[in-house]
């Protein structure tokens, strides 16, 4: 069954330091996703891409945070210089179609990103 | 707005027992999409259901089931014969025709079956 994959499961980095995420979507998929999950808390939207371009994003992508395609396949996350705060568990998820709901996400098993 | 509520936030079970974890939704769109998605301990999402707002049938698979209710605004979803591969955190989301791409999910419910 197609998957979306995630690298790393887990990362470790100094405040301050930039952070680098990376998802593969399912190859005929052509919405792209990042959501955030504080630990024991709800899963939050970040921000949503297709066409190469940000479609929609929260108020939680600020500017620290930017997404990227840079490749036909990788789908990344950009964290410019991180804070405690944003210590998280960060899924990156995708669909065929995005049109609202009608089609399901499918969520990677997820990065865990601890910042000291 | 949008709204997920999951009053339950943890549950515990014996194994065999039947157990219903509660999901209610606020919207104001009259087309929605309401899910159930499962995170085991390993942590990842695992898709279980989606329902459209059209379709208030209940749906039944295997040991699962799912009651939805417009009328109070609700998506329960109920175990039958838990096991102790059912222990997982549990969210209800929900999306709508004009909230473009966002998935709004509930606060997840901790589901611990006991041996």
């Known amino acids: 069954e197609p998957e979306v994959t995630q690298t790393p499961s887990h990362q470790v980095t100094q405040m301050g330091q930039e952070v680098i995420l990376r998802c593969v979507p399912i190859?005929?998929?052509?919405?792209f996703y990042w959501y955030r999950q504080i630990l024991g808390q709800k899963v939050e939207f970040l921000v949503s891409f297709y066409n190469n371009e940000i479609s929609e994003k929260s108020e939680i992508f600020d500017d620290q945070f930017s997404v990227e395609r840079p490749d036909g396949s990788n789908f990344t996350l950009k964290i410019r210089s991180t804070k405690l705060e944003d210590s998280a568990m960060y899924f990156c998820a995708s669909n065929r179609q995005g049109a609202a709901g009608a089609n399901v996400l499918t969520f990677g098993a997820g990065s865990r990103l601890t910042v000291l | 707005a949008q709204k997920v509520t999951q009053a339950q936030t943890e549950i515990s079970v014996v194994e065999k027992e039947d157990v219903t974890l509660d999901c209610v939704y606020e919207t104001r769109d009259t087309t929605y999409y309401l899910f159930w998605y499962k995170q085991p301990p390993s942590g990842e999402l695992v898709f279980l259901i989606r329902r459209n707002s059209f379709d208030e049938q209940n749906e039944i698979s295997g040991r699962y089931s799912w009651n939805f209710q417009k009328s109070t605004s609700s998506f329960n979803f109920t175990i039958t014969a838990s096991q102790v591969v059912d222990s997982a955190v549990y969210f209800c989301a929900l999306s709508g025709m004009n909230t473009g791409n966002q998935f709004y999910f509930g606060t997840g419910t901790s589901l611990t079956v006991i041996p």
């Open positions: 190859s005929n998929h052509l919405y």
